[in-house]
């Protein structure tokens, strides 16, 4: 596999030296001079310096035969650009854009650029986890996020224990897919009788997450 | 017509103040409060502080609502960026990015983005002047096959 590495920062030199390690073909792109000395020095022939986000740069790096584009630059800007030109001028297969922002995911796939990571998000939502313990956990997003499975362990204090799901007052379009007691895990149907100590696992949509927790936990958002 | 400009430099002051001076609604963006004194103290437009790929700072300059945007940043990235988010999320009718690398420009208009290219443009007309040829058409000056020299070849294309 070739990979193109857009951007010799921290990310793209330990993404590169990674790749290198793993017997990959690897070209990293870096613009600023002194950066690029460093990055020569370790990775010799496959450092490039340059501007990935010109064509002439990226037709010198072989964009044309490369696998596999990851702008990781620290500007969301520059990586969009960079994952459009290697698209679209060279067509490469798979585009993947490091964001900074966020709210710019969205955006990203908007604009065609559907791999994108941001350390951001990642941690926020590795502390979100950790700060709804014992509440609603999120395992993951779904449709884009627009829906989320989550899981939820009911207490002693449920308003949900002892009651049947069908009687309650859950939001629109959720749906508990799973309850899991000791060992075991059973699939939920309206007759089902949640009992202190299940855990539930829930499709709910993102919006209703507030009301899903109400309905099975009694209250609103987790007290930090 | 409402517009909207990216960028309170030499050109998008300046598009700002012959936009405003002929009765057109202008918001002007920019990230540093300085460069608003370019318009003078005789400006009507809205100025707005924030960074133009941000949707909250577009849509404070009434980007939902605008004819035409133009981003003239000294960045090119942030006008390719700001000018697609305008064009696919918000549909405004005119959008123009003025972008300072030729290839980048040609690449963006090809995918249906306007661009402006003031290298080319600059370079050309200094071009016409100084060897007496008759000015041409904007198409013409941006043409960049029939102007800058076949790019250096592909070291790594094997």
Redesign the interface.
């Known amino acids: 596999m070739y990979v193109i590495v857009a951007g010799g920062g921290k990310v793209g030199y330990y993404l590169t030296k990674a790749l290198h390690g793993a017997g990959q073909e690897v070209t990293i792109i870096e613009k600023a001079r002194r950066r690029f000395d460093l990055l020569q020095e370790e990775f010799g022939d496959a450092a490039l310096l340059g501007d990935a986000c010109e064509v002439t740069t990226l037709d010198q790096a072989g964009a044309a035969r490369a696998d596999l584009v990851a702008a990781v630059t620290g500007d969301d800007e520059d990586n969009l650009v960079i994952c459009q030109m290697a698209k679209r001028k060279f067509n490469v297969k798979r585009v993947i854009a490091r964001i900074n922002n966020p709210k710019n995911e969205v955006t990203f796939q908007l604009l065609g650029i559907d791999e994108t990571v941001s350390s951001t998000k990642l941690i926020y939502s590795l502390i979100e986890q950790e700060v709804e313990v014992a509440d609603v956990i999120p395992l993951t997003a779904l449709r884009r996020g627009h829906l989320e499975l989550v899981e939820v362990a009911l207490p002693e204090d449920s308003p949900a224990v002892n009651r049947r799901v069908r009687d309650l007052a859950l939001p629109h379009n959720c749906m508990l897919a799973i309850v899991v007691r000791g060992e075991t895990a059973e699939s939920v149907h309206g007759d089902t009788v949640l009992r202190r100590g299940d855990i539930v696992v829930a499709i709910t949509p993102s919006a209703s997450v507030q009301q899903f927790r109400a309905a099975l936990l009694g209250r609103g958002a987790p007290t930090a | 017509m409402h517009v909207v400009i990216l960028g309170c430099g030499r050109v998008g002051a300046t598009l700002a103040m012959m936009l405003a001076a002929e009765g057109h609604s202008v918001a002007i963006i920019d990230r540093d409060r300085e460069s608003f004194r370019r318009l003078g103290r005789g400006f009507r437009g809205k100025t707005i502080l924030g960074i133009g ?3 909250d700072v577009l849509r404070k300059a009434g980007i939902e609502r605008a004819d035409g945007f133009a981003a003239t940043t000294n ?4 006008n ?2 700001s000018a ?2 305008v064009k ?2 918000y549909k405004v009718p005119r959008v123009i990015a003025r972008i300072y ?1 030729p ?2 420009a040609e ?1 963006y208009k ?2 249906g983005i306007d661009t402006i290219s003031p290298t080319l443009l600059g370079a050309g007309l200094c071009r016409d002047f100084l060897t007496g040829r008759p000015w041409r058409s904007i198409e013409e000056y941006q043409a960049v096959r029939e102007t800058l020299p076949r ?2 070849g ?5």
């Open positions: 790929i941000d949707e960045g090119d990235n942030t390719i960026m697609q988010i696919v999320k690398d290839l980048r690449a090809e995918l790019s250096p592909s070291e790594r294309s094997r």
